[in-house]
């Protein structure tokens, strides 16, 4: 249970599940969603500028209420400072790659866009240096060292910490919100 939803920040490996969880909390605490990635990410899967990012997530989280998810460490002191509250969705390696490699390929197949009009492709997701899939492979890891060690630093004692293990724990979460919020 979450005590002060004001400001929630969601973090975890890539395909852990951050953006569906930011989205369905936005929407039963009826407050804006934020991703990072759509911030940072500019056609052609462009990096936008390093300040332009840090300027356009500042305004983003200028707001009293919001939900926003991403692991981007440049924009960490921005973010992070202003949340209540943040939930690491930190599943198994096994879990998070079958989201990865079934997502990645639905996405590619279904042409489905993203954010800033980009797609993924087959190429690109299996067969890239740029792969999301190896992207994952190299930090799911390291990201499950890090955090800990991070979220012990003084800058983040503020924050009420949930640490997620297993999707029904999630999945939990949403519906004890869900039971707070409704009339």
């Known amino acids: 249970m979450i005590k002060n939803k004001s400001r929630i920040v969601i973090v975890g490996t890539g395909c852990a599940g951050k953006t569906t969880l930011a989205r369905k909390l936005a929407g039963i605490l009826s407050v804006p969603h934020i991703q990072l990635d759509a911030i ?5 899967w462009v990096s936008r500028p390093r300040e332009e990012f840090r300027q356009l997530t500042r305004d983003a989280v ?3 209420r919001w939900v926003t998810d991403g692991n981007y460490s440049v924009v960490r002191d921005i973010v992070w400072v202003r949340a209540t509250a943040l939930i690491w969705l930190n ?16 996405r590619a197949i279904l042409k489905e866009k993203l954010y800033s009009g ?3 492709s087959i190429r690109q997701a299996f067969f890239s240096t740029d ?8 930090m799911h890891h390291s990201i499950r ?5 991070i979220l012990k630093g003084p800058e983040f004692s503020h924050l009420e ?8 724990e ?14």
Do not use: C
């Open 131 to 138: 792969s999301m899939i190896l992207w994952f492979i190299k």
């Open 161 to 168: 910490v949930i640490v997620l293990k297993i999707q029904k």
């Open 170 to 183: 999630a999945d939990a979460l949403v519906l004890s919100i869900n039971d707070q919020v409704e009339p």
């Open 118 to 120: 980009n797609r993924e």
């Open 62 to 64: 200028s707001d009293e």
């Open 145 to 149: 060292k890090r955090y800990p060690i």
């Open 40 to 44: 940072h990410w500019k056609p052609g």
């Open 91 to 106: 599943y198994s390696f096994q879990t998070v790659l079958w989201r990865a490699v079934s997502r990645t390929f639905n």
